[in-house]
């Protein structure tokens, strides 16, 4: 119980931090997008998912996404997951990120409605990764639950995705905020792009 609110007080003080800092935009097209490495999940298994790594094989997709088990980020992730197969065939990796625990990605990752195993999804609890691709977290009002009825505790990222090419440069930013884009979105458009970016040409 006392590492859980220690975590809980190490997180609220980020978020204050965070809000205390001048508004930031997320990094741009041609921004060098920064590397990291983060508890993910996928099938409901656990491993060490490196950007590094990732980038060695072709472009990147990561998408920061509010929280699992709730309405729109449910069918970002399935979309994803009927699209991955596409993705696979332009060589594009896929990563969701969100400040759910390891432990609710663990079951999201593997729900057969959402993830459904098909792509990894990893946990950026401290808010660390998204706050480093310039995007400022939210906490969760009190009270709040995902569809399954269980409290949601945790920051939420706002909705963007990324598409890194392979020397590590990003290519796009999509935001719902900004571009006014629904969930479903982000998966077409990131698409379109690494599908252009495989047949040479300009995303």
Sequence with gaps: MKKRFAGSMALGALLALAS???AVAA???GAVAPTFTARAS???KEFTFSLADALRKGPVVVYFYPSAYTGGCDLEAHTFA???DKFDAAGATIIGVSADSIERLDAFSADPKYCAGKFP???DAEVKVALAYGLEA???RPGMHDVRGVAIDHAFIPRTTFVIARDGRI???LSSETDHLRPD???KQSLAIVQRLQAGKAP
């Design 121 to 123: 999804v990893a946990s």
């Design 42 to 44: 996928q099938a409901g």
């Design 185 to 187: 979105e982000h998966v």
């Design 82 to 84: 009927v699209e991955r």
């Design 27 to 29: 990094l741009a097209p």
């Design 20 to 22: 205390a800092m001048p």
């Design 171 to 173: 290519v796009a930013t």
């Design 138 to 140: 939210m906490a969760a």
